[in-house]
């Protein structure tokens, strides 16, 4: 399976529940044995719900890094869509090994934190003592 976005962010976005401009976002690191499928696109819905993050040290965090999306001024009239960024980070002096990147909408407590989008790698990526770098994502919303 690909990336791609879980479904219950599409609800809690036209419910007032995720504001990309002024809500509080955070991307976990999970590992392959998340096994991510369509079934968990569309029942997932909170972060309390992800399973194999990245294990506590080492250089990570449970719960993941904080970030703030980019949401563009203007939507993009010509092509019909608006991209919002989803900004990349930085686990320096870590070891870790991950095969997804999980953003969500951080609200301190995991039963109502709604997921985002899920970003797969294809493989492990690892880091051993250095830095673990994960790029930035665009998530199209498209007329």
Request: net charge negative.
């Amino acid at each position: 399976m690909a990336s791609g976005i879980y479904l219950n962010m599409v609800r809690q976005w036209a419910i007032g529940n995720i504001d990309f401009d002024t809500h509080t976002f955070k991307v976990a690191l999970l590992t392959s044995t998340y096994a991510q499928d369509e079934t968990k696109l569309d029942q997932h819905d909170f972060y309390a719900d992800l399973t194999n993050e990245v294990t506590n040290g080492n250089g990570y965090t449970t719960g993941g890094n904080s970030v703030t999306p980019t949401v563009p001024g203007t939507v993009d009239e010509a092509n019909d869509r608006l991209d919002i960024t989803l900004p990349g980070t930085t686990w320096p002096a870590s070891t870790i090994t991950a095969r997804y990147a999980v953003y969500y909408r951080d609200t301190g407590s995991g039963a109502t934190s709604p997921l985002i989008a899920i970003v797969d790698f294809g493989s492990d990526v690892i880091s051993t003592s250095g830095t673990f770098t994960l790029n930035s994502s665009t998530l199209r919303i498209t007329a």
